[in-house]
């Protein structure tokens, strides 16, 4: 069965690095999309990354844009997340999701990861 | 870049009632990239709906969803203990703020 880990999470000052990791297996990493969504506490789901399968054309949104890089280790069957000059509102729990296509441009989020909490605070 | 804005807020029923959600786009939209989603306090967002229409595998018959252009609906036909929780529409890379369905 298809199953998304998260990890590398935790606390982090403001202007500070962190990379998550999401270890996926049950199915071809290599031959799906994925992509980073994040829920700050009590909040909504904001899409946050989208990677295509061979780690072309990835996009963010302005909110993230020049501050995070998505990127895929299909060897290892791992999606990260590098989050760099963190703010406040970065403070979410990142989840990894696995697009339907090989582009990741469906859109569609049948499986996720459990998630891993960032708290970016002094 | 399009909005999407659910309502109401929060829906209090009783189960075994008729829930009905609503999505509203700032823009028309592809139906076709139209989704819906149940969260529960802890858990991972799960896909119930997509293309507007169409419920993901396992998912039960009395939930439905229909409508195209701006107008997007959700309905569940008849609440189960299990379904009170948030639901999230979808299209594309934006999501609606949420609707909140608890027990009256």
């Known amino acids: 069965q298809v199953q998304l880990v998260e990890s590398g999470g935790g606390v982090v000052q403001p202007g500070g690095s962190l990379r998550l990791s999401c270890a996926a297996s049950?199915?071809?990493?290599?031959?799906?999309?994925m992509h980073w969504v994040r829920q700050a506490p009590g909040k909504g789901l904001e899409w946050v990354a989208v990677?295509?399968?061979?780690?072309?054309?990835?996009y963010y949104p302005d909110s993230v844009k020049g501050r995070f890089t998505i990127s895929r280790d299909n060897s290892k069957n791992t999606l990260y997340l590098q989050m760099s000059s963190l703010r406040a509102e970065d403070t979410a729990v990142y989840y990894c999701a696995r697009d339907p296509s090989s582009r990741g441009d469906g859109y569609k989020f049948a499986y996720w990861g459990q998630g891993t909490l960032v708290t970016v605070s002094s | 870049e399009i909005v999407l804005t659910q309502s109401p807020g929060t829906l209090s029923l009783s189960p075994g009632e008729r829930a009905t959600l609503s999505c509203r786009a700032s823009q028309s939209v592809s139906s076709s990239y139209l989704a819906w989603y149940q969260q529960k306090p802890g858990q991972a967002p799960r896909l119930l709906i997509y293309?507007?229409?169409s419920r993901a595998t396992g998912i039960p018959d009395r939930f439905s969803g229909s409508g195209s252009g701006t107008d997007f609906t959700l309905t569940i036909s008849r609440l189960e203990p299990e379904d009170f929780a948030v639901y999230y529409c979808?299209?594309?890379?934006?999501f609606g703020q949420g609707t909140k369905v608890e027990i009256k």
């Open positions: 979808q299209h594309f890379r934006t």
């Open positions: 049950g199915f071809i990493f290599g031959t799906f999309g």
């Open positions: 990677i295509s399968y061979d780690g072309s054309n990835p």
């Open positions: 293309g507007a229409s």
